[in-house]
């Protein structure tokens, strides 16, 4: 059994920040890429950064230069410095992990989500 539990969403004004944080617990064996998507009210669900275990980033172009996507390997966490955050912004925040687990292969977990409301 595998949990991603996020935290760190909220309400702010635009301009301003959050951290995001994401941890995974359970018979994990090792987990791949750590990443963040978001879903806006009536938008598909989009791919906002993602990290390697090695510590490669990608970021979705409409964030470069505000985001930063990090992880704790020891901790099985992945975080999201969300800086200068802007209304478009707004959206539930996922977390993912492409992890293995003691008994399993390779599979995709989902976290709960959590709302991130950017007020003008």
């Known amino acids: 059994q595998v949990q991603l539990v996020e935290s760190g969403g909220g309400l702010v004004q635009a301009g301003g920040s959050l951290r995001l944080s994401c941890a995974a617990s359970?018979?994990?064996?090792?987990?791949?890429?750590m990443g963040w998507y978001r879903q806006a009210p009536g938008k598909q669900r989009e791919l906002v950064a993602g990290?390697?275990?090695?510590?490669?980033?990608n970021y979705a172009d409409s964030v470069k230069g505000r985001f930063t996507i990090s992880r704790d390997n020891a901790k099985n966490t992945v975080y999201l410095q969300m800086n200068s955050l802007k209304p478009e912004d707004t959206a539930v925040y996922y977390c993912?992990?492409?992890?293995?687990?003691?008994?399993?292969?390779?599979?995709?977990?989902w976290g709960q989500g959590t709302q991130v409301t950017v007020s003008s």
């Open positions: 359970g018979s994990i064996f090792s987990i791949n890429t």
């Open positions: 990290i390697t275990s090695g510590g490669s980033t």
């Open positions: 993912n992990a492409d992890l293995r687990t003691w008994s399993s292969g390779l599979y995709d977990y």
